[in-house]
């Protein structure tokens, strides 16, 4: 069951180059499965209900381009399988031509909100939803944290960084990692693949750190990223490729 919605790019959703903000493109994709998702027993706030949530563990994302500032986009979304514990769900961005600029693969799970632990996949609500259960399971690239950071800052998780499901929103990781990268070096670069692991949730007035490393790529650049806590359990590990503008 695909689901496509119009969107028109706001200025406050980009960053200096104009370009969308990737913290604003988790959010719309966080918007459109959720618009997909309101009439069923699904959505948010029918989950909330039952005391549930939904997860987003693992993101592979390929962009061709990011949207510009006022460009019309249309955003697509589509369940495409679940097993036992796992449902997934992939995305794209197109301009008014139809030319793909974003297109991404997501994995989640259902998470019990009072026990702060994922929950089996509600096959009744699979079924209603026209997803059909996979024998063989999306493949996405294995990350680990690296050795070492060359770079490394604290943040102290506040109240506006959290989401309905009482833990920080995924899309305000990607504000930590760019943050910790050089300005210059964000004007004159951009993220050509992300690749992200969710381990543990962030929690209020949690302060971990953020750490970050560049390397060299062929013709790209890579940046690492992880949010570790304070015994250097890692809470989530990110891999960006970049390209020159």
Sequence with gaps: ?????????????????????????????????????????????????????WVV???????????????????????????????????????????????????????????????????????????PRLKKLPRFPRMRPQAEYQNKRQYRVRYDDLDTNHHMTNGHYFNWFIDTLDRDFLRTHMVKTIDIRFNQEVRYAQMPTAGVSLTEAGEDIKSYHVIEDEERSDKAVCELTWRNL
């Design 1 to 53: 069951m695909k689901y496509s919605e119009q969107h028109q790019i706001n200025f406050y959703e980009c960053d200096e180059n104009k370009n969308l903000k990737l913290p604003a493109m988790i959010d719309l994709m966080m918007g459109v499965s959720e618009r997909q998702l309101t009439s069923s027993n699904a959505s948010t706030n029918a989950l909330n209900d039952q005391g549930l949530g």
């Design 57 to 131: 563990t693992q993101y592979h994302i390929e962009l061709t381009r990011l949207p510009h500032s006022n460009e019309q986009v249309v955003l697509s979304t589509e369940p495409v399988g679940y097993n036992r514990f796992l449902e997934y769900r992939d995305f794209i961005f197109t301009d008014t031509e139809g030319k793909e600029l974003i297109k991404a693969q997501s994995e989640w799970v259902l998470f019990d909100l009072q026990k702060r632990k994922m929950v089996s996949t509600d096959k009744e609500m699979m079924d209603a939803l026209g997803v």
